[in-house]
């Protein structure tokens, strides 16, 4: 028989993360006001390299989970920050979907099917 593998999402970590990769983008949008575009795709990257960083040590369901929870912390920070419009909204969405997919790219462990 073999042992369930834990899902729990380390809190403090994941919460840091996605605090990290929003402000580290803020911080950015600071000394380029030129180009605000390049804020919203450095968001998108930072979450997904937070996600593949504190999951690094994660097993099984809790990859996806943690990654799901960094971008959903990293959406809403923006979100909190800029605003409710609608292309702030479109980039949350994305930055949550680079969570995940930065917490499991590249880690054949966690696919569907296995």
Do not use: C, Y
């Amino acid at each position: 028989m073999t042992t369930p593998v834990p899902t729990r999402v380390p809190v403090l970590p994941v919460v840091a993360a996605g605090v990290g990769a929003q402000l580290l983008d803020d911080l950015l949008f600071v000394f380029l006001p030129s180009f605000p575009g390049a804020a919203a795709i450095v968001a998108i990257a930072f979450t997904a390299l937070a996600a593949k960083l504190v999951t690094r040590n994660l097993h099984g369901q809790a990859v996806p989970r943690a990654g799901l929870a960094i971008g959903a912390v990293s959406a809403a920070l923006g979100l909190w920050i800029s605003g409710l419009g609608l292309v702030a909204i479109l980039v949350a969405g994305i930055t949550v979907l680079a969570g995940v997919g930065g917490a499991v790219l590249g880690r054949p462990e966690v696919r569907p099917g296995r």
